[in-house]
């Protein structure tokens, strides 16, 4: 807290200095949320805003201007909800946003490529967060429109996807995989809260799950559990299917590899990824490792943001051992006879078994376990999902 009360000390000093400069303010309404002073944040952040409109309109045209407007402009919406304001307060900053950026949107060619995309990257944002706003008054239809427009910008736009699915599963009924761009922000974000959440709220125990599958299928295979050498731990979060591994088999060499940086720093503090730990795309990950070279992966609520596992199973199929090499997950149902798997509204991927079992045989596996299970709660319901672990054949 001394801490956070001295950079404050700076940022006013910074502000006497140079007044006109937006930053400042949203830095300093930044330091306010972290301390939990959502009024003194919104009010940081309106400052920020009247600078930023200020200053872009004395350079009209001026796109990095525009560009740092649209960024305020989100800011001070977010903050404004926070601050208790009602949703006309909060949309009228959004609103501004979209009738400052349409004209240029128009022009877009205009404007140097670096530029564009950033502006691309705003605008998309800018969208999402109308949405949003649409969707929390009941305004579907018009929250569909704006998670389309942002959609039409980059069709590849996790949030937007996730929110469209959120509203109407038909919408997105061929969305195959969600980009790791907003898997990675998602979590990141998640990360300072994700345990206590997870594992106290929703009971999550897709970690444990997952452990508890892979010493039973070592058991059916008359297999000892110190057959298991080496271990990936794909998508390893805060370490919570790690922390298992490395207590009760201990032997093993654990590695880690997440798309979050933060939760790669989370799982960095537990000490226990003795082989080390990554940050990127899990599929990646596995292509840069030898052929045959290790003995399980596993994977607690992963492929949940995957879709489909198709080319993560050709990539395990690579570097695991001849004949014994195991995977390990968790998976959420999707029970549809002539489906495969679906964006859920839950913004998650379900799977259904017969999915399952055709990517499996696809890539050289067979199904050793499918065991139906509840992998967390959410609204206070039940989350049905399965526990799969696949054998190399």
Not at 120 to 141: F, P, T, W
Not at 292 to 298: A, K, T
Not at 351 to 373: D, P, R
Request: with cysteine; aromatic share 8%; charged share 25%.
């Amino acid at each position: 807290m001394i801490h956070t009360y001295k950079v404050l000390d700076i940022c006013n000093l910074v502000d006497t200095k140079l007044p006109t400069i937006s930053m400042v303010d949203e830095y300093r309404g930044a330091l306010f949320r972290r301390i939990k002073q959502p009024q003194l944040a919104y009010e940081s952040y309106h400052k920020a805003y009247i600078k930023s409109k200020q200053q872009m309109e004395s350079d009209i045209g001026n796109i990095d201007l525009v560009n740092a407007f649209l960024h305020t402009s989100i800011l001070v919406a977010a903050a404004s909800r926070e601050a208790g304001r009602d949703l006309e307060h909060q949309m009228q900053y959004l609103n501004k946003a979209e009738q400052v950026a349409m004209p240029l949107l128009e022009n877009i060619d205009d404007i140097d490529e670096q530029s564009q995309d950033e502006f691309r990257d705003g605008i998309v944002d800018l969208y999402n967060n109308l949405g949003i706003a649409e969707k929390k008054q009941g305004s579907m239809k018009r929250a569909q429109e704006y998670f389309r427009r942002a959609l039409k910008i980059n069709p590849n736009d996790g949030h937007a996807t996730v929110q469209l699915s959120s509203i109407d599963e038909s919408s997105t009924d061929n969305v195959k995989r969600l980009d790791n761009e907003y898997v990675s922000s998602l979590f990141d974000g998640y990360s300072s809260r994700f345990e206590s959440e997870l594992v106290d709220t929703l009971h999550y125990k897709g970690h444990s799950l997952v452990y508890n599958a892979l010493v039973s299928a070592l058991e059916q295979l008359g297999r000892s559990p110190s057959s298991v050498k080496k271990v990936v731990d794909c998508g390893c979060g805060t370490g919570l299917l790690g922390e298992l591994i490395a207590s009760n088999m201990p032997w093993v060499e654990l590695s880690g590899v997440d798309l979050s940086h933060r939760m790669i720093d989370a799982s960095r503090e537990r000490k226990i990824y003795n082989a080390g730990l990554s940050q990127g795309d899990a599929k990646a990950h596995l292509s840069s490792l030898e052929k045959e070279s290790i003995d399980c992966i596993l994977a607690s609520d992963v492929f949940i943001y995957v879709g489909d596992i198709s080319s993560l199973l050709n990539e395990s199929f690579k570097c695991l051992a001849a004949s014994k090499g195991l995977v390990g997950f968790t998976v959420e149902s999707y029970d549809d006879e002539e489906g495969e798997f679906r964006l859920l509204k839950s913004g998650r991927f379900g799977h259904s078994k017969q999915y399952i079992e055709q990517v499996a045989k696809l890539n050289g596996f067979e199904v050793l376990t499918w065991e139906v299970c509840i992998i967390r709660q959410q609204g206070g319901q039940d989350v049905k999902g399965a526990t799969v672990v696949l054998k190399k054949i």
